[in-house]
């Protein structure tokens, strides 16, 4: 599964951006999918996560409320639509597919298979 993903650049704090993240193959139906994101000297962390047929969803404390993850199967994409940016969310923006076998995606990297090539979020402060 190749993962693409597009969206993202600079925001002003409390703007929004949208990031997608793109799949050819049509087993992404199939795949659950995580949003991470990297700041610089952090490690990765997960901050959403959807199954597989968008029945469930799970947020990090520091995006609930604000960050929407969404899939298409249909369109084969998955969103992340990030509103009321703040500074702290300037990170490198990953989207992940899993297949976990319970079916209930969690926010440990290494549970996922495939990535994406990951895209700048930057919001001045």
């Known amino acids: 599964l190749k993962l693409v993903q597009s969206g993202g650049g600079l925001a002003r704090p409390g703007g929004s951006l949208r990031l997608s993240c793109s799949a050819s193959?049509?087993?992404?139906?199939?795949?659950?999918i995580g949003w991470f994101r990297q700041a610089p000297g952090m490690d990765r962390e997960g901050i959403a996560t959807?199954?597989?047929?968008?029945?469930?969803?799970t947020y990090a404390p520091s995006v609930k409320g604000r960050f929407t993850i969404s899939k298409d199967n249909g369109k084969k994409t998955a969103y992340l639509q990030m509103k009321s940016l703040k500074p702290e969310d300037t990170a490198v923006y990953y989207c992940?597919?899993?297949?976990?076998?319970?079916?209930?995606?969690?926010?440990?990297?290494?549970?996922?298979?495939?990535w994406g090539q990951g895209t700048q979020v930057t919001v001045p402060s």
């Open positions: 193959e049509s087993v992404f139906e199939y795949y659950a």
């Open positions: 992940a597919a899993d297949m976990p076998p319970t079916g209930w995606p969690g926010f440990e990297k290494a549970d996922y298979d495939y």
């Open positions: 959807i199954t597989s047929n968008a029945g469930f969803i």
